[in-house]
């Protein structure tokens, strides 16, 4: 199936760095037999203990698209190494983990979807707060934790008028949870705002991705204002942990050592935008890892590669999305600039 595509594009798989393609149940259900036949073939050929994965031939409303292509990322990866998977299904599983696995707030959850529950099926109920505020409650989809954000948005929006039909049917407000209920929304929106980011078709998202990964961290970690996460516990520490360990392959650079894909690194710093969120230590990085992308290349084509130090500032409003990331790259070209100055001129002593 893939070498049918190219071919309609006359490109060769020689020719190309990566694939980009859903994480969902449309690439599941594309690569299903082609994943099962190959891998079996691989599986015959070495000495590996892995076993071809068993995928369920029929989809239904309750398959997790999520779950099932996380489960079965060594034998696409295997299969497909050229497969890119997409950031934007990516940053539900880190989600999908820590969230669900929490005990408070699956019980929290619970509460809330019991009151949905009841004012689904009391006909009354909606139609008595349509009338005070012209709105109805929203039910969150199955695969998507973003949709559990709008939910609880939606919720804290109207919460009064909820609270007045639950007063007019004899129902219980969830009178204290709405703080909790607020500071899970706090958690959630930057993940709501960066997946439809990444999932833009106008405009190029690899070169975004690192950035995105990076401000996500810096919001979750910020110990700004004091005391945000009191109601979560250790709910924010835990989702960092997982969104790094998630993207190491992506932000795997910042460690010594650590395998990576150097494809969002270099992406970002063709970029001027971007390029500038990264440090001088970061470019120099994308910079070689161009040229090993590139060696068996032309090597007139490698020549003409402009590896020339990017803009010092964003020449565009573009990273304004990343702002408070600007904040801090901007203090860490100071600071290697000082650092750079002060070897320079320690060396002209000497």
Known sequence: MTQEILMEFELTDDRILRYRADNGANIVAALRESLIDITAKILD????????AQIDRHLNESFDE????DDLT??????????MDCAGHSLQLPLRKVIDGNPELAELRHKVFSLLNKFAKSELATRSLREKCGLKLLVPGVTRWNSLCMTYDHLLEIQQ???EVCIERNWA????????????????RPFLNFT???????????LSVIPTILSLLLEIESPEPIDRWHLLGDVPTLLAAEVRDRFSPVIGYQQTGASFDSTYLVATFFDPNTAYLLSKSEQKLA???LLIMMYKGDENEVNSIDLSEPSPTPSSPFVSRFTRLARVATVTHRLEEMVESRTDGEEVNS
């Open 287 to 289: 910079r070689r890892e």
């Open 161 to 163: 008028s909820v609270d």
């Open 173 to 188: 407000t969830l009178g204290e949870l709405y703080e909790k209920i607020e500071a899970v929304c706090v958690l959630l």
């Open 74 to 83: 060594i034998e696409y990866k295997r299969v497909f190494p050229k497969l």
């Open 196 to 206: 439809n980011f990444l999932q833009g078709e106008k405009y190029p998202t690899t």
């Open 45 to 52: 050929l070495d000495d590996s203990e892995i076993t071809a």
């Open 66 to 69: 999520v779950a099932e292509y």
